[in-house]
């Protein structure tokens, strides 16, 4: 038996255990503590199995899978989901590496803190260079730690939901390396845009975030087995959410220095790194 892969979840290996039924290639599904990992019986059918199993961890909601399951699925399967709160508590945690958490919860704890009455003292240490007085370029945190400050909940869940889900994504497939360096260039060189647009007033994590979609959208088109792929769809909202910013039509301020530096410094980093697994390859 070898195994090809991992699944998130019961319900999808089925999915795509009876698609390979299709193609006459026998799979298994095994429970693991964080997926489920599918089990091929003929070693020779490896190589098929694991292109198709990229392909359907790219796009699962292609309707080749559902009519794979109407076709070839066993009614009689079992479906384990999970011990409700907890099974979703894993999902979110083995969904993302640990850097993907640590900056989440980080952002989190500074969020909480701000609405529990800290919030001028949080402001006061964390702000950007020449927003609070006696804020000076010795103090060289400043340049990052404005990305960890959101002002409404709004802001921060729109923020954390795009990075668990992609920076997740990218820490599980390519390594903490990627990402680590989108976080750290992209938390700082787009505030430093930010400063010279509306000056030091501002936070939240949007840099980072325009960041890790378009280095995850760049990587699926260039480098396409490379394990990350962003829907042209979310791609295309976010490009219209970022148009939306440079108007009145959201009724809120909008850092949109950060966005436009951050998504350059993504597509920057994905120029690179496919590049670099192309020259790899060959």
């Keep these: 038996m070898i195994e090809i892969g ?28 964080q997926g489920v990992g599918l089990m091929i019986s003929n070693p020779a059918d490896e190589s098929q199995a694991r292109v198709e199993l990229e ?8 309707s080749k899978y559902l009519q794979a399951s109407w076709d070839n699925g066993d009614t009689t399967a079992q479906f384990n989901y999970g011990p409700g709160a ?7 945690l083995t969904g993302a590496g ?23 003292a949080i402001y006061t240490q964390l702000s950007f260079f020449g927003a609070v007085p006696q804020s000076d370029i010795s103090q060289i945190w400043r340049l990052f730690t404005p ?53 030091p007033n501002f936070g939240g994590l949007s840099g980072v975030v325009y960041a890790v979609v378009g280095y995850t959208w760049l990587m699926g ?11 042209q769809a979310y791609m295309g909202f976010m490009m219209v959410w970022l148009v939306l910013g440079f108007t009145d039509i ?22 690179f790194d496919s590049r670099k697994q192309q020259r790899n390859s060959q």
């Excluded at 698609?19 to 298994?28: A, D, E, R, T, V």
């Excluded at 088109?221 to 829907?231: A, N």
Aim: charged letters at 5%; a positive charge; aromatic letters at 12%.
């Design 55 to 62: 392909q359907f961890a790219n796009n699962p909601y292609d």
């Design 221 to 231: 088109v260039r480098q396409p087995k490379c394990g990350i792929h962003l829907p």
């Design 250 to 271: 959201l009724g809120m301020p909008i850092a949109n220095g950060a966005h436009i530096g951050g998504l350059l410094v993504g597509l920057a980093q994905a120029l």
């Design 98 to 120: 640990p850097l993907t958490l640590i900056t989440f919860f980080a952002c989190v704890a500074v969020f909480a803190g701000m609405n529990l009455g800290f919030a001028d």
């Design 6 to 33: 991992q699944l998130p979840n019961a319900r999808a290996a089925q999915a795509f255990i009876d698609y390979l039924k299709g193609l006459n290639i026998q799979c298994h599904a095994v429970q693991h503590a």
């Design 147 to 199: 990305s960890l400050m959101h002002f409404s909940a709004m802001h921060i869940i729109f923020n954390l939901l795009w990075w668990w889900y992609l920076g997740g994504k990218i820490e599980t497939s390519l390594g903490v390396r990627p990402l680590l360096f989108l976080l750290v260039i992209a938390g700082t060189i787009p505030s430093v845009v930010q400063f010279y647009m509306t000056g």
């Design 86 to 92: 907890k099974g979703l508590l894993q999902q979110f």
